[in-house]
């Protein structure tokens, strides 16, 4: 009866990938819930990389149970929503490639392909009327979101981009770190648009860079030895100050869109942890079911102190903060998380 049943999903899922890569790279919510999630297999020989959508996040992520998947030509490293039925993923082939959701949701097909990046595209981030991309030759690339097309590319770092971020409210202003130690924030409008943030945080090489929705002045920075700091965009100024909440590099930062309190982190110490954001980031939550780097990780947008990550570990794990951790002086305080695949922790 299970081989039958299972049959029967499979016959209604005819233009997914039979099996999902095992590394985990990036993931998304959706306004209403619905989930995309990255793939990449990093051993072999070849580096292919599939995409997935969700209806029911809950799932993920057995193939059987998604929404709409589809093959890509090779790895990639970060995917984002572009609107309700688009797709943008970050590809190892230098490509930023476009997919749309077809068929009641349940096809992917692809709308376009460009080549605009030399190497490895590792970030893309969607802003109000544009997106940006950053990539390992050194280069951010501006698009046009209804077009998909590059309206401007700068060049203000010397190595290869890890993290673009744009602000959540101003099409004008984006973030970017570098393998060259500099964080910049960029504002288009201006002559000479990037300016400065901060040189080597905490003596390390900045690792992620996120804006605080609640503040249209406020960002977080993570680095590759751990630390994160937050920083007050009016004030360039002020020294930035920093924490250790991770001891290896953080590869992810994400504030909860419904409390100004959680800053949310992930990292390759296999850790995900919610920092109090108000309080010299005192630890609020702390997770280890994750056995690999973790590389992917949102907030539900209708679900507050629900949390999801997944890593290289191939597991996708839904996390919920307490509810009084929302309290300025919630320190400490432990959670549940729910392993979809091993049952409960």
Known sequence: ?????????????????????????GLQYRADGAMVLGAAALTGRYWMGSIWVYKE??????EAHCTAGVQTEAGLSDVAWLGEKSVVVASDTGALELWKLAENDSYLTNCA????????VCSVSVGVDTLVSGSLDGSIKVWDKNEFKVISTYRGHVAGVGCVSCAPKDQHLFLSCAQDGRVLLWDTRKAKPASVIDVKPAGALPSYVTWNPFSSRAIAVATETGHIGLRDLSSLVIPLAHTVVHNRPVTRLKFSPHSAVWLASAGEDCRVIVSNA?????????SKCHLDHVRGLDWHPSKPGSLTSAGWDHQVVHHIVPEAATSDRAVGISGDATLMETGTV
């Open 278 to 286: 108000v309080d010299k980031l005192s630890l609020i939550y702390e």
């Open 57 to 62: 996040a809950s799932r993920a992520p057995e």
């Open 113 to 120: 392909s460009h080549y605009e990046h030399d190497d490895l």
């Open 1 to 25: 009866m299970g081989s039958e049943n299972q049959e029967s999903i499979w016959r209604g899922l005819p233009n997914s990938p039979a099996c999902m890569e095992r590394h985990l790279e």
